[in-house]
């Protein structure tokens, strides 16, 4: 494979930058719309070749939409390209693939239990009976022959969350989750979790927080992730007898 040239990875990034300063500089929101291509070239002095390839590169990370036909807009600035990323790497790197998880399910408790208190106190009723139904579903499915069990297990925990107001924390969390799921079961020797037992974790969390028991609900949430990590370990140790 040919390489590119220094100067021209330098301009391209140059352009790339030129186009995050200006959405930055006019306080642009996701939807607004950018500056027509020959703009944008006069705007940043750059070839038109340079400014598609950046809007291209933008594009990938979400920072840009491109709709053919109508123009380049600021896009929804979501996580898509921190999923694959990390989801490529847990599949990529067989050595890795038990830390990746690890780590993600660290990230995952971190940001429930760190936020406990203010998750307990700012459930609503109408989400509790939401987080309840959700249950519900997981208990009426079966996790193994379809993705109603999954959807519930995702829906779970994006409300679980969602009462705190604060975005990020909402995409990361999710981002997280949809790496796990995806890089999970294709982990040697990594086994699905008891339904019977991630059911009752997860309507042991909803009773401790319709309860407004604090330490109830961290400790709900430390049974829930308690199996997941015994899987990981037990896959860890496959690994090292393999090796």
Known sequence: MSGTRPGRQLLRQEVVDGI????????????????????????????????????????ALDIVEVRHGHGTY????????????????????????????????????????????????????????????LVATM????????????????????LLVAPLGNNLIGQLSMAFWDVYAIVAPHLNGFTHADETATVAAHQNIVDAARAGDIPAFITSLSEHYAPVRCRISEARAREDHQS
């Not at 006069?42 to 340079?50: D, I, K, P, Q, V």
């Not at 999923?83 to 490529?88: H, I, P, Q």
């Not at 993705?147 to 925990?157: L, N, Q, W």
């Open 20 to 59: 995050k300063r200006y959405i930055l500089e006019e306080k642009l929101r996701p939807g607004d719309s950018l500056p027509t291509e020959p703009a944008l070239c006069e705007a940043l002095g750059a070839s038109r070749s340079s400014v598609r390839e950046a809007v291209k590169i933008l594009n």
């Open 74 to 133: 600021v896009g929804r600035l979501s996580l898509s390209a921190l999923v694959e990323s990390l989801t490529f790497r847990g599949l990529l790197s067989p050595d890795d693939d038990v830390q990746v998880l690890a780590d993600l399910v660290d990230v995952r408790e971190l940001f429930e239990r760190g936020m406990a208190d203010r998750i307990v106190s700012l459930l609503a009723p109408e989400q509790l009976d939401a987080l309840d139904g």
């Open 139 to 158: 208990r009426e499915t079966d996790a193994r022959d379809g993705t109603g069990f999954v959807e519930a297990d995702r829906a779970f925990h994006a």
